[in-house]
């Protein structure tokens, strides 16, 4: 029998989880609390001491972390490399790979990480063009953004679907502390012209950066909170959710091939009318840099999901990740293992399933670029006594052309099968989810951009509420000061 969402009415977190109990077991369970104030305490370190930071202009090779959600810019971390996996970085992988944890919005435009968010505020824009503010350390970057979209097949619940016109009005606001911390917050708002749907404000903002102590640790912090009312594909209907992820980190090398990478995260997800989660990892990983362009990497995690009103899991992980180039043009990652999963309070014997995340980077020429994305993952689900199991591979292709146009291709695939956690060998329901976008950006009066798509998404799920088949036509301009 098919599992509904769940939506008792009960308080948006359960008295027994308080925001103050849940986060104080992410202290005491992760040390999450005591690595924050470590990355804080180094990073007035470097100041009071003077310590240099990182020059660009240096030799020293660095790499960067890539596949950020809208709100969030590219991490610069020195070499050696810590291996990447995912679930580790807390990265976000390409719309189609976010899954049932946090939700894939069915209105492309609105996700974060999607062809259009990015390209909205290439980096290249942001090299070119003075600040509107700056002094000292502090710069300020704001940024105005409009988008109209018009969309069909859009299911406002179950069975029930709506053609509308959506416009979005967005200033998302940077502040940069230095070169290694920054701040942004976006403000959204949404109006539909379908009944179906209510006008929402959706807001989110992102704090990261990182400091290098004196010893040789490298420490970075990140967290990222979001507050939205989007029509997601996993619920059926427009879902009002709060997410807040937390992760800290800490690489050191041990010697000139060897380093160490320690990483602890927590993320909740919470609502009126959604199972609340509080999820709580870890993933550290021992790198050896076998070769000057590859490294291998040792990965041993684990982690505790709290849901006050449905099943408690808690799990372990073990695995291998490789990545590095292929001349300078062709990168790679690529992590597996096995995620060892608990049922708490269930009896059920523990549930083994193969678990792996990787990427492809392949610069064709300097207009041209090619990559793929795929992840294999188990996590917790929106729907009571039940956690998925997703596959999910993407493709991506851009190409600049005409000295100024950027056009992008980009599709992906998705399945994923929800198991009872009262029985965790049986399928309670499955869905698969394809999109496919085209799209093509150009520049405008120096600090400004539009980007013109298109995008047919499809839902193909046992559980007919949830099934639903969209065309969706969108022009966005962003204006940076």
């Known amino acids: 029998m098919t599992s509904k969402p769940y939506s008792a009415p009960r308080p948006s977190i359960d008295p027994r989880c308080t925001a103050a109990s849940c986060f104080g077991q992410v202290a005491f369970r992760l040390g999450v609390v005591t690595a924050w104030g470590l990355a804080l305490n180094a990073l007035a370190q470097q100041a009071t001491n003077g310590l240099p930071d990182p020059d660009p202009s240096s030799p020293t090779p660095t790499t ?25 970085t807390n990265e976000t992988l390409p719309n ?23 390209l909205l505020s290439a980096p290249e824009d942001r090299k070119s063009v003075p600040p509107i503010f700056r002094w000292g350390w502090v710069t300020l970057r704001p940024r105005l953004n409009y988008g109209v979209t018009y969309g ?24 940069e502390f230095g070169p290694n911390w920054a701040f942004t917050y976006i403000p959204q708002l949404v109006i539909y012209t379908a009944e179906g749907y209510d006008n929402s404000f959706n807001q989110s903002f992102r704090l990261h950066g990182r400091a290098t102590t004196a010893s040789g ?37 041990l010697t000139p091939v060897l380093s160490l990478t320690l990483g602890a995260g927590q993320n909740a997800r919470w609502g009126t009318d959604i199972l609340n989660t509080f999820s709580w990892s870890t993933l550290n990983s021992l790198n050896y840099q076998f070769r000057p362009n590859t490294s291998v990497g040792l990965l041993i995690g684990g982690g505790y999901s709290r849901q006050p009103e449905s099943t408690d899991m808690t799990n372990q992980r073990l695995g291998v990740n490789v990545e590095g180039n292929i001349r300078d043009n062709l990168t790679y990652n690529i992590s597996f293992g096995a995620d060892f999963r608990q049922f708490l309070d269930t009896g059920e014997p523990t549930k083994v399933s193969p678990v792996w995340s990787g990427g492809l980077r392949y610069q064709v020429s300097p207009t041209t ?19 998925s199991q997703t596959l999910a591979l993407s493709a991506t292709i851009t190409r600049e052309f005409l000295g100024r146009y950027t056009a992008f291709v980009r599709a992906g695939y998705r399945w994923s099968d929800y198991n009872s956690t009262l029985d965790p060998t049986l399928t309670v329901q499955t869905a698969n989810y394809s999109t496919i976008r085209v799209g093509v950006r150009s520049p405008f009066l120096v600090r400004g951009s539009a980007v013109l798509s298109y ?24 204006y940076g000061f």
């Open 96 to 118: 189609i790979i976010t899954g049932p944890e946090i939700g894939t919005d069915a209105i492309s435009t609105l996700a974060p990480g999607s062809e259009v968010s990015r």
């Open 217 to 253: 640790w490298t420490l970075t912090f990140a967290n990222s909170f979001a507050n939205t009312d989007n029509r997601l594909v996993e619920t059926g209907t427009q879902t009002e959710q709060s997410v807040n992820t937390t992760h800290v980190g800490a690489t050191r090398a």
């Open 455 to 478: 995008s047919w998404s499809n839902n193909d799920a046992s559980n007919e509420g949830l099934g639903f088949t969209s065309n969706q036509v969108s022009l966005y301009l962003s």
């Open 369 to 387: 670029s090619v990559s793929f994305d795929g992840t294999r993952n188990v996590s917790t689900s929106y729907y009571t006594d039940q956690y």
């Open 152 to 175: 069909t097949g859009l299911a406002s619940g179950p069975l029930q679907s709506e053609t509308t016109v959506i416009n979005t009005i967005s200033l998302p606001i940077e502040l």
């Open 64 to 88: 960067t972390i890539t596949n950020q959600p809208a709100f969030l810019e590219d991490l610069i971390l020195p070499t050696p490399p810590p291996t990447r996996s995912w679930w580790q």
